[in-house]
């Protein structure tokens, strides 16, 4: 079983302030990733989404842990399905200049979550894959 981190980097034609505001603003949010009905980037705060596939819908439920402003966001991340087992996503940017920035987003944990069709890790690869390139889309336009 691979123990490994997901790691995802992009880089971004936008500064880093930018950046920041589409991955804490429930707003922007819900062009580039999940539509959460309430977020807050203050640790603590609990927000909820649901997302999968046409044939099945999972409850994310997950906790804000550590906001540093345009530096770092992460939360955990579980499911209302698999009670016990949560894992933790934290998203970085880096500044590269006045006007680019690198995305890091690492997801820990996801090997606790059962291998099946539904959580294997390739579809966790998968997804944040076309999750960063979403994003990069949408503060790039």
């Not at 079983?1 to 880089?11: D, L």
């Not at 994310?60 to 955990?76: D, F, G």
């Not at 200049?97 to 820990?108: I, K, Q, Y």
Request: aromatic content about 12%.
């Amino acid at each position: 079983m691979n123990n490994q981190p997901i790691i995802k980097e992009i880089s971004i034609n936008a500064p880093v302030s930018r950046v920041w505001q589409a991955i804490t603003n429930k707003e922007e949010m819900k062009h580039w990733c999940f539509n959460i009905a309430a977020f807050e980037p203050i640790p603590g705060y609990e927000f909820r989404f649901h997302g999968g596939t046409e044939e099945r819908q999972f409850l994310h439920i997950c906790v804000v842990k550590e906001v540093i402003e345009n530096k770092k966001l992460s939360y955990t991340w579980r499911y209302e399905d698999l009670p016990g087992i949560e894992t933790l996503v934290t998203i970085e940017l880096f500044e590269q200049g006045a006007d680019n920035t690198l995305v890091r987003l690492t997801h820990e944990g996801v090997n606790q979550f059962p291998q099946d069709k539904n959580f294997a890790r390739g579809n966790f690869e998968m997804g944040w894959t076309e999750i960063t390139k979403l994003l990069k889309k949408h503060v790039e336009q």
